[in-house]
């Protein structure tokens, strides 16, 4: 056999197992595996004639032992999956009906197999009704699996920016999650801080301000976020700025690198007149006060996206020649275009694909003593890095390189510079 051929014959085995091991997991009712097996299998089996030959092969087998074993409904459910992958969906749902036809009192895999199935097509309120036929227990693997299906809704009517529907949904997972006290429960919180902030978006922008607010205090009883309070600050500024205020200080005292500080400013000043034309000089002192430390804490920690830049002199990213690593090298200059010097100044390199994100460079920069000046490019800076054929990124279609900047540890850092690296880029 030659070279090609061997690895040819060992894909096709690794695909082969793939496949057993994912229908053979459906089969067991687990519902991880429920809730998660179409987007795995999808993302490690592309359909490329091969694949579709091998899930051809394996549907024809499961077809015979259909036969010899008429009554074992797993058989149905692993079909079913293995139409899902040819996206033959009309196949799928007959193997999933007979399925459920066959399956003992208990066994929940085919139900949920159909219920995500419809989801999938766009058919909501059948798979709710298929859902709704499992008995309530306190079954634990069942439980999660139903919260694992409303995540799976909600997810479906996220994508189709249904948040209304789709927070719904999201609510249900989070039930069922907390019931048995599930890890889960955290993404069902995420779903539902997410469709409030998208639903309060929305009234934003249709002069909704009162409705906004009410979205995003609601999504506080769920978690309390440092961009949840820094939102409602922003809304509460022109309506109650004695409670934009309270938001603001939360944001401050968590988070202070999401701050527009030309708002925070706004809002102390609101609060400042109000006071000194009802008479309060003590309240009025202490919000010029409060005004002073955050202008003097923007002078020496904020930093936008505007006030520095990496200037690169060289970058090149090369494959070597065993094809076992790809290298980064890196030379670049910083500018600071703001009008503050940078007594300190945290950079931060990452590579990036569309699953993950890994530092490769990190350092602290300048000092009281030997500040980068305002409006002025520094030396020059270099750094290498290189990814090996064992790191997932090896093999990434797309992959960039960002740099991030802060002047303080502690706080969120900006993005201040991306490029997308291809085999052999030289710039």
Known sequence: MTKIEI????????????????????????????????????????NNAKDTELIGYLISKYNQEAIKNPGDYSINVRLGNLYELLFSYDQAEEQYKKA????????????LGLANLYVKMGRYNQALNIVKRLKNTNHKPLLVA??????????????KSKFED???QYKIAFFYYKKVDSTKKDSAINGILDCYNKIADVDYRHHSIYHAIESLETALLYKETPIIYYKLAVLYKDIDPMQANSYMEKTYKTDPGIINFDIYEEILLKLINYYYYNGKDVETDLYKQKLKII?????????TEDDVKINIISLKYKENFFKTKKNLKVKFKIENSSKYDFNSLFLI??????????????QRFYSKKKPLKSRTESQEYKFRYSLSDKDEMFVSEKLFLDFYAGKKDNMRKIPVFTVELTNNLKL
Not at 33 to 42: F, G, Q
Not at 295 to 303: A, D, G, P
């Open 7 to 46: 690895l040819e014959y060992i894909r096709t085995i690794l695909i082969a197992l793939l496949v057993a091991l994912v229908i053979a997991s459906v089969a067991t009712g687990c519902s991880k595996v429920i809730a998660e097996h179409h987007s795995r299998m999808l993302a490690k089996i592309s």
């Open 100 to 111: 459920i036809s066959k399956s003992p009192y208990g066994v929940y895999s085919s139900y």
């Open 146 to 159: 139903k919260g694992d299906f409303y995540m799976n809704l909600g997810d479906a009517l996220w994508e």
């Open 166 to 168: 789709a927070v719904k």
């Open 295 to 303: 202008k003097n804490f923007q002078k020496r920690y904020v930093i």
């Open 349 to 362: 390199a990452k590579l990036r694909d569309e699953n993950k994100s890994i530092e490769v460079f990190s």
